[in-house]
């Protein structure tokens, strides 16, 4: 994976934990703020790992 894939996922890792710890700041945590947080984890982080990392190519194929 080149440099510029992985400042992609920090940025992106960052982005998504920043947006993650305002959905649990802002109300009480339950069952349901559970299940956004890993609904909108997989639908971020599959698709990148489908990509990147089980594929090992790490290259646009376009």
């Known amino acids: ?12 890792a960052a982005l998504w934990l920043l947006l993650c710890y305002m959905v649990i700041a802002s109300q009480p945590f339950t069952l ?4 956004v947080i ?8 599959a698709p990148l790992y489908k990509k990147y ?7 646009d194929e376009r």
């Open 53 to 59: 990392i089980k594929n090992g190519k790490g290259k």
């Open 1 to 12: 994976m080149s440099t510029q894939h992985k400042i992609r996922f920090i940025f992106l």
């Open 32 to 35: 349901w703020v559970l299940f």
């Open 38 to 45: 890993v609904a909108s984890g997989t639908v971020v982080w």
